[in-house]
T-cell receptor, first 113, second 112 residues
Framework: DAGITQSPRHKVTETGTPVTLRCHQT?????MYWYRQDPGHGLRLIHY???????DKGEVSDGYSVSRSKTEDFLLTLESATSSQTSVYFC????????????FGPGTRLTVL | GENVEQHPSTLSVQEGDSAVIKCTYS??????FPWYKQELGKGPQLIID?????GEKKDQRIAVTLNKTAKHFSLHITETQPEDSAVYFC???????????FGKGNQVVVIP
């Protein structure tokens, strides 16, 4: 998985609780992304980062926040989890420049009860 | 923005036959088109990609073709094997930033 790890790999939580997912890379890539994958929707971008402390929203960013304090780590936070955020979350990295390859991590399966 | 569509949604083929998945895109400024393979319980894996300055690229049993005029690109898998069974995603670059627009995926089933 191109030097990308995600933690935790599985999590069950209750509605209203905060949740933080972590993506860690060892490739020193500039760009990092958070996607969610749901049946019938494919991969949808939540947020992405183009450098330390530089982030921007994707197409489904409501209810999510991100932080990137170091090149290697990109955190996704659900401030108050809802059942609609039950999904599989993937982190991806890219070295940058339009058209560069994105490489995906193994994913985190999140269930919100 | 860029819109990517994949057809068909599910494809079943006999082992040894060829499989073809087609994607269309909307933004003529897109210049990079990757294909990903996702096996059950794993993350998408980049298997092949093509840039807009070429029309075809091959890597062993897989190939990708690009028709910029018609704005479509296709994944070709020859001599399919059971391990080719997976979900395949196509994507197109979004002009002006380092992002990709993904199709919704195709389930390919290779029947032994």
């Amino acid at each position: 998985d191109a030097g990308i790890t995600q933690s935790p790999r599985h999590k069950v939580t209750e509605t209203g609780t905060p949740v933080t997912l972590r993506c860690h890379q060892t490739e020193n890539h500039r760009y990092m992304y958070w996607y969610r994958q749901d049946p019938g929707h494919g991969l949808r971008l939540i947020h992405y980062s183009y450098g330390v402390k530089d982030t921007d929203k994707g197409e489904v960013s409501d209810g999510y926040s991100v932080s990137r304090s170091k090149t290697e780590d990109f955190l996704l936070t659900l401030e108050s989890a809802t059942s609609s955020q039950t999904s599989v979350y993937f982190c991806a990295i890219s070295s940058g420049g339009e058209g560069n390859e994105q490489f995906f991590g193994p994913g985190t399966r999140l269930t919100v009860l | 923005g860029e819109n990517v569509e994949q057809h068909p949604s599910t494809l079943s083929v006999q082992e040894g036959d060829s499989a073809v998945i087609k994607c269309t895109y909307s933004d003529s400024a897109s210049n990079y088109f990757p294909w990903y393979k996702q096996e059950l319980g794993k993350g998408p894996q980049l298997i092949i990609d093509i840039r807009s300055n070429v029309g075809e690229k091959k890597d062993q049993r897989i190939a990708v073709t690009l028709n910029k005029t018609a704005k479509h690109f296709s994944l070709h898998i020859t001599e399919t094997q059971p391990e080719d069974s997976a979900v395949y995603f196509c994507a197109a670059s979004i002009h002006g930033n380092n992002r990709l627009a993904f199709g919704k995926g195709n389930q390919v089933v290779v029947i032994p």
